[in-house]
């Protein structure tokens, strides 16, 4: 499976932005898929992810309430919409494919991983 995110930009506080990434190669539709994100000088970490079906999501307690995930197995492409973000928000975000149907918040268990995008908010 390759991955291919796009969306990332600059934004100020409380603005939006949508993340996609669009797969290839692979069976797309049977896996969970994950975002994760990564700051400068910190560790990755889980955004949120969404199982097979899009009947099952999860998302880090950070975002909440603020960040969506989705996915449209016929495009072949999931998605993150992001509203009211923050700066502690910058960060390079990646896209991955699970395994499994089923997703964890374990990057370890996601085998593909898309390029990563920049999203950078402005105080």
């Known amino acids: 499976v390759q991955l291919q995110a796009s969306g990332g930009g600059l934004v100020q506080a409380g603005g939006s932005l949508r993340l996609s990434c669009a797969a290839s190669g692979g069976t797309f539709s049977s896996r969970a898929m994950g975002w994760f994100r990564q700051a400068p000088g910190k560790e990755r970490e889980f955004v949120a992810a969404i199982s097979w079906s899009g009947r099952s999501l999860d998302s880090a307690d950070s975002v909440k309430g603020r960040f969506t995930i989705s996915r449209d197995n016929a495009k072949n492409t999931v998605y993150l919409q992001m509203n009211s973000l923050k700066p502690e928000d910058t960060a390079v975000y990646y896209c991955?494919?699970?395994?499994?149907?089923?997703?964890?918040?374990?990057?370890?268990?996601?085998?593909?991983w898309g390029q990563g995008t920049q999203v950078t908010v402005s105080s």
């Open positions: 991955a494919a699970h395994r499994s149907g089923y997703y964890t918040q374990f990057a370890s268990q996601y085998n593909y």
